[in-house]
């Protein structure tokens, strides 16, 4: 992957660590949950698959959502779910559908057809008590099929905060800092010195946020933030992207395929309230959702939408009143997403997109969040005894 190159395909897709019964390479050993017949059961649903995002339903039984990225929602009766990688749910099922097995089962969803891997994942709810299972279990037919975009996209916009007197929200309203971020697959030039490649010979495959590809150096940007060690990264990761172009079309232009590498992170002041539009493109026709993950913050999500971001006419489409609260969320394909946050808690944080392959060619960049004026809204300084590592570099020829 260091070199460009894609990661391996899945052979299944895992539910409490088995393969359950379909697929090829399953050892029998599907996992199985005994319920007892009218209980309110709450799940924990974590989403641990890497490089892909799932749906997830259990046979005859309704789900309600309660909780996202432990953030309370209002319900939602839902007869499937679709789980981003580094999402949580709380989820509510009741058993009172007749005793018997039913399976819970999952599959990849996923917006580029030509990574299809068609597995499901399964594992079975089986009821207490002494009846007759003379059947094989019931797999839940309202699972949506893998490229079922809107399946997705409905689910997505169903997540609203609780928002109420007792879980009231605090969205910021006024706006220190924003951002527009274009996330793209790019080109990478192999020699920075040869890079007059045409679309399609690429030298590396690469991905970025505003044309910068993450670089990993060799001394991490947090060590190198706490000890004042200049060098390893530069504080100019831009507001805006280098480029401006039809976002959404699919292009192979070369000034918007080919992309810089560096290590370059965004500085916040403390306290800032800050906006993100992330804006999903069609480089390299390679447009697909985006799962964003945020280390250190929870981000309410205030707007997506379709097409190009306008910052005149979306804002006002703006949700203020009961945006999620949540530490994921999609970037949908061809279209934008806009988030806001409160730069309240010092410290480096990584922040990029959750599938696996996107990450490792570059799809991230880092805040640094700057300390407050108090000792209670300051780093804490490293202990003494803590050993500088410097990581060996590679050289990619
Ligand atoms: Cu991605």
Redesign the pocket.
């Known amino acids: 992957m260091e070199s460009g190159s894609d990661v391996p395909h899945s052979n299944g897709y895992l539910i409490n660590g088995e393969l359950g019964d379909f697929a090829n390479c399953s050892s029998g050993t599907t996992y199985c949950w005994s319920v007892e017949y009218g209980k309110t059961y709450l799940l924990r649903i974590v989403g641990a698959v890497v490089d892909d995002e799932v749906f997830f339903a259990i046979a005859e039984h309704n789900l309600t959502i309660v909780g996202v990225d432990a953030a309370d929602i209002k319900p939602i009766p839902t007869s499937y779910i679709m789980i981003s990688p580094g999402r949580t749910m709380d989820v509510l099922l009741t058993t009172n559908r007749p005793p018997g097995r039913y399976y819970m089962a999952s599959r990849q969803f996923l917006t580029e057809d030509a990574l299809t891997d068609n597995y499901n994942g399964s594992a079975i709810i089986e009821y207490i008590g002494d009846y007759n299972f003379s059947s094989s279990p019931i797999f839940p037919h309202d699972l949506p099929q893998s490229l079922d975009l809107k399946a997705a996209m409905r689910f997505t916009s169903l997540i609203r905060s609780l928002a109420n007197e007792n879980y009231p929200i605090s969205v910021p309203v006024n706006v220190t800092k924003r951002m527009l971020i274009a ?1 793209a697959m790019n080109e990478l030039c192999r020699n920075r010195t040869h890079c007059n490649v045409t679309a399609g010979s690429a030298d590396i495959m690469a ?1 970025s946020l505003n044309n910068i590809s993450w670089a990993n150096p060799t001394v991490d940007v947090l060590q190198a933030h706490y000890r004042n060690i200049s060098g390893y990264y530069r504080t100019d990761f831009p507001d805006w992207p280098l480029v401006m172009y039809n976002f959404t079309e699919d292009t192979n232009e070369r000034d918007t395929y080919m992309t810089d590498q560096g290590t370059k992170v965004k500085v916040l002041n403390y306290n800032e309230s800050v906006e993100v539009v992330f804006q999903g493109t069609g480089v390299l026709d390679g447009a ?1 959702v ?2 964003m993950y945020m280390h250190g913050y929870s981000f309410y999500v205030i707007g997506m939408g379709k097409g190009n971001f306008n910052k005149e006419t979306n804002p006002l489409t703006y949700n203020l009143v009961d945006p999620p609260k949540v530490n994921t969320f999609i970037v949908p394909k061809h279209g934008w997403l806009a988030i806001r946050f409160v730069a309240n808690n010092p410290g480096v944080w990584l922040w990029h ?1 959750h ?1 696996e392959r ?1 990450l490792t060619w570059g ?1 991230d960049t880092v805040f640094i969040v700057k300390n407050g004026d108090t000792e209670e809204t300051s780093l804490r300084p490293p202990p003494s005894y803590m050993p500088l590592l410097v990581r060996a570099t590679k050289t990619i020829s």
């Open positions: 996330v991905s697909s985006h799962p997109c599938f996107h799809m």
